[in-house]
């Protein structure tokens, strides 16, 4: 089979590799759809030979794409059909840690203190027909979502659903988001799900006529001027409840800060750089909070999947544009442009 290899320096290419067989506690799944994230990016771009490349343990290539979807075609001798029927839908959760771990067992494989595997990064992932993983990282696809659906759930979605848990949203509350690359447009389809008012902030226009259509209740272009000021003017000078930076900027990060009221709760989804506060003016004479959040847990994702599925939340309007494994140069030369929706590759 064919499988998507990031190269670095904007350079990839469909490399072949052996179909996959299962391991004793694995199952193969046939992929119907591989999402496109914002941290496909940093391998996408990374230096040739740089050590954010996904490679193995040896430096041999490894197939990139950490938004699995598709349906179980074949069990290691371990797996029962009664757990993995073929044909079953799911969702992969795209970690691997010990397995006994309070974190492991919890479903935060990506907290594993022994180690773990990221899947598209560090073990081989979706961006091919096939793929193998443990059983115990599938998660049900709820028959109401597509597998398009299912592929945004497994990281870029599921991300922003649980950052809105870790914050509390609330329908009281408003909400900035920095940054509309596809985990902010679904924290603006998700809050907007829940009732909360949403501020949107990009500096691409394209980005922010799309946050709109997903019901954004404002939009504001960083790039024509101070956004702090412009939230505040949106907020009659109070600022938001909650602020949540997607993009990884420090000039974000700290304009997110800036903009959240006492009391407030901000926090940080993008990954990379730096930020600096002044942690008395900024965080201690504010009574602010400010979190972290990494992605989800596997139970985090499955309760995504039925969120979405359950209010009938239009999920497939996040994806602008939709391609087949052959297209993937083109596909990420549109995408490392920032000022589309989401991508995703349909098998």
């Known amino acids: 089979m064919k499988g998507v290899v990031f190269k670095g320096s904007r350079q990839l290419e469909l490399m072949e590799f052996p179909d996959p067989s299962p391991g004793p506690d694995e199952v193969v799944l046939e992929i119907k759809a591989s999402g496109m994230c914002g941290s496909d990016l940093h391998f996408y771009r990374a230096a040739e030979g740089a050590k954010s490349l996904g490679l193995g343990g040896d430096g041999s290539p490894i197939i990139g794409g950490h938004e699995p979807c598709g ?46 595997v990221v899947y598209g990064a560090t ?62 447009l679904s924290m603006v389809t998700l809050a907007n799900a829940m009732g909360a ?52 900027s420090p000039e974000a990060r700290l304009q997110a800060v800036h903009a959240t009221r006492t009391w407030g709760t901000v926090c940080f989804v993008g990954e990379g750089n730096t930020v600096t506060l002044d942690v008395s003016n900024d965080m201690i004479r504010k009574q602010l909070t400010i979190i972290g959040s990494w992605t989800f847990s596997s139970l985090g994702q499955a309760e995504c999947a039925r969120f979405i599925a359950e209010r009938g939340v239009q999920l497939e309007r996040i994806f602008t544009h939709r391609y087949s494994l052959e297209q993937a140069e083109e596909a990420y030369a549109l995408f490392d442009k920032q000022t589309t929706g989401k991508g995703v590759f349909l098998f």
């Open 197 to 248: 008012r949403v501020i949107a902030l990009d500096i691409s226009s394209e980005r922010l006529a799309i946050a709109a259509s997903f019901g954004a209740d404002a939009i504001i272009n960083a790039a024509d001027g101070d956004p702090v000021e412009a939230i505040r003017a949106a907020t009659r000078g109070r600022g938001v409840e909650l602020a949540i930076d997607c993009s990884g």
């Open 123 to 184: 073990g081989h992932g979706a961006h091919a027909p096939y793929m193998a993983v443990p059983v115990s990282t599938l998660v049900p696809l709820p028959e109401a979502l597509s597998f398009a659906e299912g592929s945004a759930v497994s990281c870029g979605t599921g991300t922003a659903f649980g950052a809105i848990q870790r914050m509390g949203l609330t329908a009281r509350d408003t909400l900035a988001v920095f940054g509309q690359g596809p985990v902010g």
């Open 71 to 116: 349906v179980v075609v074949a069990r290691g001798a371990n797996v029962s059909e009664t757990l993995a029927p073929d044909g079953a839908r799911v969702m992969c959760h795209h970690y691997k840690g010990c397995g006994v771990c309070p974190h492991c067992r919890s479903g935060w494989q990506q907290l594993c203190p022994e180690g773990f």
